[in-house]
């Protein structure tokens, strides 16, 4: 982990920003590549949500393959490595609640930015659905172009279309007769 940590050192330069406001947190669990749990730390002035003890956060402008799809695991694993540990400083911005109740929200490990290093590792689509960050678009475009991580397969399944395909169909109500 050490090892990883100073290798992320190295090469921060190209993910980081200032933009953030620092708090004291922890990531507690990692869902996917896009998803986290985040835990306050005991007694933080600036816990941005207070009395709040943990919360989903859904990292904005990516969305990352699911842990059933190709790349799921491997995107789940990089968030992971760059944000689980207990010398990994997190800062968070948050923009909003999604539909499901989560918390939405910019994420920095160790200042690096969390979409920002998903989408040029080619672990993360950049959702321009909901985003026009022209950074992260110049990311995406770059590393689809040298084919770096799921951009290495055939055809890739953005994963919009892959929870279309596998969503458990709806059972039709039951008749009453």
């Known amino acids: 982990m050490l090892g990883l940590l100073t290798a992320l050192t190295l090469f921060a330069g190209d993910y980081t920003t200032s933009r953030y406001t620092t708090s004291s947190y922890t990531i507690s ?15 933080d002035p600036d ?3 207070e009395n709040k003890q943990e919360f989903k956060l859904r990292i904005t402008d990516i969305d990352a393959p699911e842990r ?18 207990p010398e990994v400083e997190i800062e968070i911005q948050l923009t909003g609640i999604d539909k499901y109740q989560r918390q939405l929200g910019k994420l920095q490990c160790n200042h690096i930015d969390v979409s920002l290093y998903l989408v040029q590792q080619g672990l993360a689509w950049h959702n321009t659905k909901y985003s026009n960050d022209a950074g992260l678009k110049a990311a995406a475009q770059k590393s689809k172009a040298n084919r770096i991580g799921l951009w290495s397969d055939q055809n890739p399944l953005p994963p919009w279309v892959w929870r279309q395909l596998h969503s458990q169909p709806k059972s039709p109500p039951a008749s009453i007769n």
């Open 29 to 43: 669990y990692v869902y996917d590549g896009d998803t986290v749990k985040v835990r306050p730390l005991q007694n």
């Open 47 to 49: 816990n941005i949500l």
């Open 68 to 85: 059933n799809q190709p790349y799921g695991k491997k995107s789940r694993r990089a968030l992971s490595q760059l944000c689980k540990g």
